[in-house]
């Protein structure tokens, strides 16, 4: 569905964000990108999404295909057309607009693809929505607003859905019912899901599949079982000590040369 093979990204031609980077999204798989702040995740799905060009970043070397075309030359509208749609960090709504408008604009991305809107179907899974469908979009809580961010993308009718930090600073029961709704839309529709997370156990959750990135490259990678028993996840990521207690521990507690070689190894 998605692969990236070995790309170098850099930002103003000078400062390089990413270095190397593979990883692939097999079609009707959810994937999960963990990483710190700054790791290069955000970047990553930029440079899937055709975004990077907005902000002065641009992929140098590699091959990036989606639904098997190479697509590094394609317009990020012309990307959702074809089925590819990017919920960025921060929800993005076009907030002076209602909610029901907004999800008419993200309708647009279905011109001459032979689908008709399922507005039903995004109230359905999210029915505060429907009950909010008047209000203007700005008003609405953060919450909310991922909720919508994450129904204009289901309008598109998207064979991948790239998801950017859906849990950022939300409470957990608002969290579950995101997390609940990627997988019911995987299990469902068969909707391919890409998701970037610094919260690794709601991640985990509904993964297939996971990378970790650090530095803008991928070091440790496999399916979800396999990194939740890696000593290092559960204690970087998932809380639990290396004696087994709950204990989270920072990077910084960690000497890096030491974490690279047991991933590395």
Request: charged content about 25%; hydrophobic content about 40%.
């Amino acid at each position: 569905m998605l692969t990236i093979e070995n790309i170098e990204v850099s930002y103003y031609h000078t400062v390089q964000a990413l270095r190397g980077l593979s990883l692939e999204v097999p079609k009707g798989k959810i994937v999960t990108l963990l990483g710190t702040n700054g790791a290069g995740k955000t970047t990553t799905l930029k440079a899937a999404s055709n975004l990077l060009k907005l902000e002065n970043g641009e992929v140098g070397e590699g091959r990036i295909h989606f639904d098997g075309k190479n697509i590094r030359n394609i317009a990020p509208d012309a990307l959702v057309k074809q089925g590819l749609f990017h919920v960025r960090e921060g929800r993005r709504i076009f907030s002076e607009m209602t909610v029901e408008d907004n999800l008419i604009a993200a309708s647009y991305a279905l011109d001459g693809r032979g689908f008709n809107a399922d507005f039903d179907k995004i109230y359905a899974f999210f029915p505060r929505l429907q009950e909010r469908r008047k209000q203007i979009a700005g008003y609405l809580s953060g919450g909310e607003q991922q909720m919508l961010a994450f129904g204009r993308a289901m309008i598109a009718r998207p064979k991948l859905i790239l998801m950017d930090e859906p849990s950022l600073g939300l409470a957990p029961k608002i969290v579950k019912e995101i997390f609940d709704t990627i997988r019911r839309l995987n299990t469902e529709d068969g909707t391919s899901i890409l998701v970037v997370e610094q919260n690794a156990g709601v991640a985990f959750s509904v993964a297939d599949y996971g990378y970790i990135m650090e530095s803008g490259q991928v070091v440790l990678e496999g399916d979800v079982e396999t990194l939740k028993n890696d000593k290092d996840i559960q204690s970087f990521y998932l809380g639990v000590s290396e004696d087994g207690s709950e204990d989270r521990q920072s990077f910084r507690d960690v000497k890096h040369y030491k974490r690279r070689k047991r991933w590395l190894s």
